[in-house]
């Protein structure tokens, strides 16, 4: 069985298959860290279509001496699609040969995810800062998006908040990291990392480094898709047009009128920002006192 996914993962197109179930599939899942399921039931027999393997995907399955972590990175490299190579990481295709073995699929979303963000983040680190602050923005399916680089040596923040989702609710989450290394996980899950590596591929294609501040806003019907769509839908933000400003006031007065939650509360929750705001030798009292539009 664990061969025929292999098989499935490594596969170059979609195969057709066919299988038995002991009983009728029931139930779903939708959950934030994956992509959501139908119904399922225990399978007894399984049949799939011969399977030609895509030759990236093949060559690091066969490569028993390449470290996981490095067949990651060289598929990423090879512009191999994400869902491809976390699904084959899934597998256990990848790694050390002693060290192979099926993994879940949430862990092995986030595993390439920080893998990737991580060989990333020592490129970008070795680049130019830039030179302005910008935003960038991307709507789909009830999320809003706001993606805030900062003059700055890297830094990150990630917010999401959840409005009126399930009824009258209004839920903010967020975690953050300085220019250290981050070594514990993340308390919000893998958006935090799918997020971080969407942006982080952008900054290494564009040879700037900065400071990233992220704000999502999911709205009534949203749906949890996997972080998948978060990811995907920070890439689109980073390929589409962006808004200069000349300080971070700026920036985030602009970014004040797309959101339903006030800024002012985003400022409050933040480490980073505040941070950025007192280095200006601006306190958060006179930063709000004089910005009557992020007093909301």
């Known amino acids: 069985f664990v061969e025929k996914l292999q098989d499935i993962s490594l596969a170059s197109k979609s195969i ?34 011969a399977v030609r393997w895509d030759k990236q995907l093949e060559k690091s399955f066969y490569d028993t001496d390449l470290k996981a972590r490095e067949a990651v990175m060289n598929l990423h490299n090879k512009d191999v699609p994400f869902s491809a190579m976390q699904k084959a ?27 990737i963000a991580d060989s990333l983040l020592k490129e970008v680190r070795h ?62 899950g893998g958006c935090y990392y799918s997020a971080k590596m969407a942006v982080l591929d952008k900054l290494a294609k564009l040879k700037l480094q900065s400071g990233v501040i992220i704000l999502r806003e999911a709205y009534s019907g949203y749906v949890p898709l996997g972080v998948f769509n978060v990811r995907e839908n920070i890439k ?12 971070l006031k700026e920036a985030l007065v602009y970014c ?36 009557p539009d992020l007093q909301q």
């Not at 939708?30 to 279509?49: M, V």
């Not at 933000?237 to 962006?242: I, Q, R, V």
């Open 127 to 188: 680049y130019d800062i830039m030179d302005s602050h910008r935003v960038y923005e991307f709507s789909s399916l009830n999320n809003y998006y706001a993606i805030i680089l900062t003059p700055t040596e890297w830094q990150y923040e990630w917010f999401e908040a959840f409005i009126k989702v399930l009824g009258g609710e209004e839920m903010m989450f967020s975690d953050y990291e300085t220019n250290s290394d981050k070594t514990e996980y993340s308390c919000v």
């Open 16 to 49: 057709d298959g066919e299988a038995t179930f002991g009983s009728k599939p029931t139930g779903a899942s939708f959950y934030e860290e994956i992509t959501p399921h139908g119904p399922s039931a225990i399978i007894e027999k399984f049949d799939i279509d």
């Open 89 to 115: 990481f899934s597998v256990g295709a990848f790694g050390l040969k002693k060290n192979r073995r099926l993994v879940p699929t949430r862990w092995s979303i986030t595993a390439c995810d920080s893998t």
């Open 256 to 291: 004040g009128t797309k959101l339903q939650i006030p800024i002012s509360k985003y400022v409050k929750q933040s480490n980073l920002l505040k941070e950025l705001l007192h280095s200006k030798q601006t306190t958060l009292d006179s930063f709000f006192k004089k910005s």
């Open 236 to 247: 689109y933000a980073m390929d589409g047009d962006y808004k200069e400003f000349e300080s």
